[in-house]
């Protein structure tokens, strides 16, 4: 074991070792590395995590790819081998690593509040402030990253019970209103949508901000209150519970406290997914999204996950991904979600992976000793 780190070490590994390494095609991150690039070069380099590694670290790499594409698996492979050096990310406790997915949703709406449409997605309140240790109140956690600015006083936000129940009414910060407030809420969790119109237009809308409090998962709720079986478990199965007690739906959804607002952007690319926390846009099946407190956004990973086989046709899945996002629930050196892509097939993908997974950090051969050779 090596470059020891609280509650985790790195340990090396080679690149034929990797299980179903020759099996993989990473040609694909290329057009991630370079909007990352783009975003690095324009705006500034990402926050680097606890690991140590900063986007310098990885730069020169970004730039060899500026303008290069491969000709097939193989080369995409070789120049992998060439550049990057693996590394197993190993937890003090021994247990494995563990892989979920989320995707962007595609829900039906309306420019206008109907009957048939009630339910709003909303856009940031000029009431909602960020929070650091500078102005955060002593009374309030530090994992609220967001409050609400009253009378030159900073408190909690209202809560998602709250909001639904009228709190934002009247300030004009609809975006669209949905048939659902089930759709709604699980694109409040997915962190993004797609939204689709009468007239078959189609918009987006990403995440801006949040209420604050901290996210509470409703499945848990379920398994501990004993209405769905851990073992069976799903967003399928969670949405099928709603449907079929909706006198209890709001009680439900109120656990989670947290609230996600959102702003509108267009869907400039209908095969790429939303701009995510890096601030560039999800690689459908490439994209990883980490604890950003110890990962930099930017670097790739190697994920095996053996008894995760429907995302590649009853193949153990063993991909290399690219760290472009980060959310909430996502915690630990060996934990991630796969972005699976948009609408309801990716949906169905997304809403049964939670799979103990083996995870290896790509690390550039240049600043790798830094981890021990």
Not at 244 to 258: F, I, T
Request: glycine share 8%.
């Amino acid at each position: 074991m090596i470059g020891n780190r609280p509650g985790f070490s790195l340990k090396r590994a080679d690149f034929q070792h990797l299980p179903h390494w020759t099996s993989d095609d990473p040609a694909d991150l290329v057009a991630g590395m370079r909007t990352c690039l783009q975003h690095v070069r324009t705006i500034k380099p990402y926050r680097s995590g606890a690991l140590g590694l900063a986007t310098d670290d990885i730069l020169p790499i970004y730039k060899s790819v500026e303008s290069r594409d491969f000709a097939d698996a193989q080369e995409a492979r070789q120049f992998f081998e060439a550049h990057f050096q693996p590394f197993q990310i190993c937890r003090d406790d021994g247990s494995r690593g563990f892989v979920t997915g989320f995707y962007e949703p595609e829900v039906d709406v309306d420019t206008r509040k109907s009957e048939a449409f009630p339910y709003p997605f909303y856009r940031r309140p000029k009431d909602l402030v960020d929070l650091d240790e500078a102005n955060r109140p002593s009374s309030m956690e530090p994992s609220y990253a967001f409050g609400r600015l009253r009378e030159d006083e900073i408190g909690p936000y209202p809560d998602r019970k709250d909001i639904d129940c009228g709190y934002l009414q009247g300030r004009g910060l609809e975006i669209a209103w949905a048939r659902s407030k089930v759709d709604v809420f699980f694109a409040h969790v997915q962190g993004a949508a797609r939204l689709r119109y009468p007239d078959g237009s189609l918009k987006r809308i990403t995440y801006a901000a949040k209420a604050g409090h901290p996210f509470s998962a409703i499945g848990r709720l379920l398994i501990d209150r004993r209405e769905i079986d851990p073992a069976t478990v799903s967003m399928q199965s969670i949405r099928a519970w709603l449907t079929q007690n909706p006198a209890k739906v709001d009680g439900v959804l109120w656990h989670n406290r947290s609230y996600i607002f959102f702003r509108e952007a267009e869907v400039a690319d209908t095969e790429l997914g939303p701009i995510a926390a890096a601030k560039v846009p999800l690689l459908p099946g490439r994209s990883l999204a980490v604890d950003r407190l110890i990962h930099t956004f930017g670097f790739p990973f190697f994920v095996h996950a053996p008894t995760l086989t429907h995302l590649d046709d009853g193949r153990p899945f063993a991909r290399t991904l690219l760290a472009l996002d980060t959310g909430s629930a996502i915690v630990g050196p060996a934990r991630g979600d796969i972005f699976t892509g948009s609408g309801a097939h990716a949906g169905d993908q997304a809403g049964t992976i939670r799979h103990d997974a083996d995870f290896f950090i790509l690390i550039p051969k240049a600043v790798s000793v830094r981890f021990g050779r």
